[in-house]
């Protein structure tokens, strides 16, 4: 199932053409696909740990077939841990991880997940743009803090942050 797809444009200094235009497409993972997106997670320094039993809510994207985008959530009931929002180096700056980032929400909107909560140790500038606003890790509910993110996964000193998705008549 296409989620949605992007279209990629040369970035970077000095560059005066765009170069050939290429589209990239953002789909739902599959269980083949768990030894590309365990590769790009680890070269992108984030923690596999868990991840592989919630293939079923994760997003990859691909250009020409090979996966260099991805993005998971794992259910908690009416809660759901954005985790695992990587882009690989040679696509990185092209609003990819944006748009991985805006299918993750929309895919937690789908399952009726009421917020959305996350830990990063680098991203911190790059969430609020979503809505996302920094919290403790207390605020968090207790289902979301057994994940092996919360446990062990990521360190004590990583930013918590939330995104409520209830309107404001609900």
Known sequence: MVMGSGSRVARGRGRRELAAMESYEIAAAGPSDWPAIASLLRDSGLPL???????????????????????????????????????APTHRGEGMGEALTAAAIALARKHGIHAIHLLTETAEGFFPRFGFTITTRDAVPAAVRTSVEFTTACPASATTMTLSLRSAGS
């Open 49 to 87: 740990d868990g991840l592989d039993k919630h293939l079923g809510a994760t997003i990859v994207a691909r250009d020409d077939g090979a996966i260099v985008g991805c993005a998971a959530l794992e259910l908690y009931g009416s809660d759901a841990l954005l985790r695992s929002v990587a882009v």
